[in-house]
């Protein structure tokens, strides 16, 4: 059995009267719902009785039906009874209609015009801009403070950071770093091949890993590793208030808890650097020994001879620059986040999303600027 | 006549161009229990964070202990130097996560006292005996009960020995012996080191215990609507709204 619901108007006297029956459930509705709904919406009576009397059974259904009915008879003036409803029903419209709804701004979406939405995206970027400006000068201060000596800063807290961005990212730099060698190695022999010059695929992998991929890698890995966990980590202590705990404590943030993670990621990324080009030129090894037939003593002669200081100085400046703009990008988010579960998520993806999208500058603006001074 | 500690003037707080309080007036007497009280949203930790310098007001003036610490020309160094007399206890505690009770409580003696370690451990010990987590010492905060979380909070709140303590909701997240005990202890604290304590809380059982004077803050008006002794205002309700809080609606 479903629910039904007959409307009879006497338009003579302009009055009504609607008459429920049948089994009101959330998984049942009469046919007619929306086109009763309209009648109330628009009625041409200004009266109406609304009889319960055949209800054999009823849920939420039921009351928030009623309650759409007789919120359109309160705005449209019309005088309703409500008659034989089952019991509970009339005290749970009173607990409904209790509290007034609230009168408040319209909160959906305005349509805005193009120059508004790029006037927007101008004062954003600049409140941005302006915002990142200010905390890398504050991060600077309190490297200032640290030289000088005035910093509340842990040891302890900068040693653990140190082992956590330098010998804990081993394992994933080692593996990732081992495969972008032997990526290259196999990229590159495919051409070589062709002109049975597969002896330099060491000299091509020594230097592309040593000039800029090791770094960059080394850097990518450290952004999703290092950057998102700083985010995360300054993230929640904003919301469990730990960071207002330092502040009205008279502690900087910033000596305790930004300065340790930049220091420890600057003084870490030049030698995960350096590791990530080692461990680059031994994926390298791999494909040439065990794939292309290269004896090791040819691999690792040709690799040397193809190795310069000149690329390996241009891959830490690289990895150095990385590391300062993770360790801000992902400190910047953490200490910027705000006081809910998903804005630390929302602070993690913005720390690794930034970190790239800034290391992709720097690299840029590096080549340009080696290019320049013809390194 | 009771010195005045904290007092505050017309004190107008926004988010944005959103008044969140307007036109605040109250004074906290040393030595007072504060409570600052009011339905949920009214504002009663955004004004915590004006009073402990976190969130600056868009007008008024705050004197912290005589000193100007908002208005009057107070800069932020003033600020830190009155906080350096206050103690703060967090809704849920703040404790430094990566840190161990002792090294929580041992922060604010290292940064601004030339105490030894072993006189700092000492301290740190005693401060945790007081709030009922002698021996706790090693733990981290991940390894403690919410209620502990707290009073280990308390125990940092307390270590430069604080003329003023700020408690935001102490309460909140304790079941009802654990609330209590809380309350007993931060009356001990009163009366045993002379604190001046201020208190956010909705608690009606710890308002009425442990409040010597309070302010209610109005979610509709935005203002102060009556302030003074909770147990007088429960007696001679000023108005149907504090009747109405302070009864839990039953009158």
Known sequence: MSAFAVLQKDEKNRSAELTLSGEWLIKEHPDNRDGIIDEFAAPGFSRVVLNGKGITCWDSQLIAFLVRLLSLCRKNKVDYSLVDFPHGIESLLDLAFAVPERKQEDRSVQKESCLVFLGNIALHSWAATRAAYFFARRTYASFVRFLLKRAVVRKGDILSEIQDAGVKAFPIVSLICFLVGLILAFVGSIQLKMFGAQIYVSSLVAIAVTRVMGAIMGGVIMAGRTGASYAATLGSMQVNEEVDALKTMGISPFDFLVLPRVLALSLMMPLLTIYADLMGIMGGAFVGIFMLGLSPEDYFRMTLKALSMKNIIIGIVHGSVYGVIIALCGCYQGINCGRNASAVGYATTAAVVHSIVWMTVATAILTFMFSVFGV | ?251
């Open chain 2, 1 to 251: 006549m009771a010195e005045p500690f904290l007092e505050i003037k017309d004190l107008t707080v926004a988010y944005d161009e959103n008044v969140i309080m307007r036109d605040v007036n109250f004074t906290v007497n040393a030595q007072d229990v504060f409570v600052i009280m009011g339905a949920s949203g009214c504002g009663k930790s955004t004004l915590l964070t004006v009073l402990t310098g976190l969130k600056r007001p868009l007008k008024g003036t705050e004197l912290f202990d005589g000193q100007p610490f908002w208005g009057n020309n107070a800069t932020k160094a003033d600020r830190d130097a009155s906080m350096r007399k206050a103690g703060i206890l967090y809704q849920s505690g703040a404790l430094w996560s990566s840190m161990t009770l002792a090294e929580n409580i041992a922060l604010p003696l290292e940064q601004y006292t030339d105490l030894t370690p072993a006189e700092i451990r000492d301290i740190v010990a005693l401060k945790l005996d007081l709030v009922g987590l002698g021996g706790f010492q090693d733990y981290y905060p991940a390894e403690i009960s919410g209620g502990m979380k707290k009073r280990a909070g308390l125990a940092r709140a307390l270590a430069l020995d604080p003329q003023i303590v700020f408690f935001d909701e102490p309460s909140a997240g304790l079941d009802p012996i654990s609330s209590k005990n809380l309350d007993d202890l931060i009356l001990q604290i009163k009366e045993n080191l002379h604190t001046t304590i201020v208190i956010v809380t909705h608690e009606l059982p710890s308002i009425f215990a442990i409040g010597t004077n309070s302010i209610y803050l109005d979610a509709q008006t935005k203002t102060v609507i009556a302030g003074g002794n909770p147990n007088e205002l429960l007696k001679n309700p000023p108005n149907e709204t504090i009747e109405h809080f302070l009864t839990r609606g039953k009158k």
